[in-house]
T-cell receptor, first 108, second 114 residues
Framework: RKEVEQDPGPFNVPEGATVAFNCTYS??????FFWYRQDCRKEPKLLMS???SGNEDGRFTAQLNRASQYISLLIRDSKLSDSATYLC?????????FGAGTRLTVKP | DAGVIQSPRHEVTEMGQEVTLRCKPI?????LFWYRQTMMRGLELLIY????????DSGMPEDRFSAKMPNASFSTLKIQPSEPRDSAVYFC????????????FGSGTQLSVL
């Protein structure tokens, strides 16, 4: 079983749609969690950290469920510019494990 | 700030040749990471340094791979001899300190071993 698992997608959604990604992790001792965004042929960039109480940044909402060992990312009112691969990251003492990514395409 | 700087952007070499990838982290960042990304395996951590000292190299595939960080502003990842299965994008990333775990990635080196 992979340490961090994501649905690879692709998710193809129209502009304005709401889309959600989930990520599960196997190491219950994991301490911190993040979502990164990676555009085609570019480097990953931090999108947002994920806090236990859940957190929001504009159209993006991240949630953590430690009991079930999954994190989620919700994108509301999706834009064409949201098209990218979204990587879930789970960290334990700088052993940062990346999921394989979920590919999102937002279409006009 | 210029961000994490990697060179070269692209490297094409023949099997058996030595390859050296270079990285300059963001000034003031204490941690430096080398990752490899392929379609099959995604992003894999190869090795990371704290204050120029290698902390965990368990991700280094085999003895053909070596990494050094002679000072706070420079690191190299060397593959000798290179093999076609080493073809991948190699990313360097840096992070400020243990409390701030955010990774800042360089643009990567696309390595093709023929």
């Amino acid at each position: 079983r992979k340490e961090v698992e994501q649905d690879p997608g692709p998710f193809n959604v129209p502009e304005g749609a709401t889309v959600a990604f989930n990520c599960t992790y196997s190491n219950s001792a994991s301490q911190s969690f993040f979502w990164y965004r990676q555009d085609c042929r570019k480097e990953p960039k931090l999108l947002m950290s994920v806090y236990s109480s859940g957190n929001e940044d504009g159209r993006f909402t991240a949630q953590l469920n430690r009991a079930s060992q999954y994190i989620s990312l919700l994108i509301r009112d999706s834009k064409l510019s949201d098209s990218a691969t979204y990587l879930c990251v789970v960290n334990q003492l700088y052993d940062m494990r990346f999921g394989a990514g979920t590919r999102l395409t937002v279409k006009p | 700030d210029a961000g994490v700087i990697q060179s070269p952007r692209h490297e094409v070499t023949e099997m058996g040749q030595e390859v050296t990838l270079r990285c300059k982290p963001i000034s003031g960042h204490d941690y430096l990471f080398w990752y490899r990304q392929t379609m099959m395996r995604g992003l894999e951590l190869l090795i990371y340094f704290n204050n120029n000292v290698p902390i965990d190299d368990s991700g280094m595939p085999e003895d053909r791979f070596s990494a050094k960080m002679p000072n706070a502003s420079f690191s190299t990842l060397k593959i000798q001899p290179s093999e076609p299965r080493d073809s991948a994008v190699y990313f360097c990333a840096s992070s400020m300190d243990r409390e701030d775990e955010k990774l800042f990635f360089g643009s990567g080196t696309q390595l093709s071993v023929l």
